[in-house]
């Protein structure tokens, strides 16, 4: 697994706001030149992004995304499946929105959602998880097999953080809509989610599709 970097690798090194400014500017810009390579080339990336709630993944997503084409840029963020959704194979909701030629597609959550809150939380059984950790890696090869370059980052934070941030998404009023029931009671269950991470980790980080953590 690619090395791990997390917050606290930054308390002593935080960027000042003109340094933030001018590194974010410059990586857009090769963001930019990357989606005009996958363009002209038909290429097909996706990027899913995972982590603790709080990690950060609505700002990531939107950084990434804020000079991109919006045309051949797609963010997928799914809700809850519905019960003719619940009833068919795990990943045949996924499957639709995995890029076409020249597009890049970015999950905000994905189908590891099995893995992490459906687990903590009981919404599926021992035996749909045992068989998603079964399925996810044949899955995966073959999309990867279909031409497409498949990323996966999982966005890490300390637990004095995640309290920090859950609770501004309280206060302030632009940010009340990331709050929810989910996210409450997922704070309660730190010990659970970070085994449910390492277990993920240990079946699911792959040879051809690896975690980033960060």
């Given at each position: 697994m690619s090395?791990?970097?997390?917050?606290?690798?930054?308390?002593?090194?935080?960027?000042?706001?003109?340094?933030y400014k001018k590194t974010l500017r410059a990586l857009q810009i090769e963001l930019v030149k990357l989606q005009s390579h996958v363009i002209q080339n038909n290429e097909k990336i996706l990027v899913l992004f995972e982590g603790r709630d709080g990690g950060g993944k609505d700002g990531m997503i939107k950084r990434v995304t804020e000079h991109l084409s919006p045309r051949e840029t797609r963010v997928v963020?799914?809700?809850?499946?519905?019960?003719?959704?619940?009833?068919?194979?795990?990943?045949?909701?996924?499957?639709?929105?995995?890029?076409?030629?020249?597009?890049?597609?970015?999950?905000?959550?994905s189908w590891y959602n099995r893995a992490g809150v459906e687990r903590v939380m009981g919404f599926c059984t021992k035996a749909e998880v045992e068989a998603f950790i079964t399925q996810v890696p044949l899955f995966e090869q073959a999309v990867i097999g279909s031409g497409v370059h498949l990323l996966k980052y999982y966005l890490d934070i300390s637990k004095a953080e995640q309290?920090?941030?859950?609770?501004?998404?309280?206060?302030?009023?632009?940010?009340?809509?990331?709050?929810?029931?989910?996210?409450?009671?997922?704070?309660?269950?730190?010990?659970?989610?970070?085994?449910?991470?390492?277990?993920?980790?240990?079946?699911t980080d792959t040879p051809d599709a690896p975690w980033t953590v960060i």
């Open positions: 090395k791990k970097h997390d917050d606290s690798d930054l308390e002593n090194d935080t960027p000042d706001e003109d340094d963020a799914l809700g809850k499946p519905s019960e003719r959704e619940a009833s068919g194979w795990y990943f045949q909701r996924y499957a639709p929105h995995l890029p076409y030629a020249q597009e890049i597609v970015l999950f905000n959550r309290k920090k941030r859950l609770k501004q998404r309280r206060t302030d009023p632009l940010k009340q809509w990331k709050l929810s029931p989910i996210d409450v009671a997922s704070f309660g269950k730190w010990d659970q989610y970070t085994q449910a991470k390492e277990e993920m980790f240990f079946h």
